[in-house]
Nanobody, 127 residues
């Protein structure tokens, strides 16, 4: 079993930055594709960013491209989401997720393809 714990959320003004972290338990982190998703009140959960197991492939939602950066440190079993130029519409609960499918070389955009989820961390961007 894998446990994911997010941290780094908080309240920030528009234009500011936050860095989310997701620490994973277990020794198989380096084989997982990792993703960040978010869910705003009254909205469905949406894909934000994903990174392949080796960091070679990354994918971003159009809404965050150029502002957010996903990265991972397999030695620390941690994935990060650097969020810059934050906007009020980025306000949501952010979740990290792990995909254990060894056959998937590129990060999935679909939440149903992820096997493990963290509890989420709140990000609030004030205008």
């Amino acid at each position: 079993q894998v446990q994911l714990v997010e941290s780094g959320g908080g309240l920030v003004q528009a234009g500011g930055s936050l860095r989310l972290s997701c620490a994973a338990s277990g020794r198989t982190f380096s084989t997982f594709g990792m993703g960040w998703f978010r869910q705003a009140p009254g909205k469905e959960r949406e894909f934000v960013a994903g990174i392949s197991w080796n960091g070679a492939f990354m994918h971003y939602a159009d809404s965050v491209k150029g502002r957010f950066t996903i990265s991972r440190d397999n030695a620390k079993s941690t994935v990060y989401l650097q969020m810059d130029s934050l906007k009020p519409e980025d306000t949501a609960v952010y979740y990290c997720a792990a995909d254990k499918d060894l056959g998937r070389f590129k990060p999935s955009l679909f939440d149903y393809e992820y096997d493990y989820w963290g509890q989420g961390t709140q990000v609030t961007v004030s205008s």
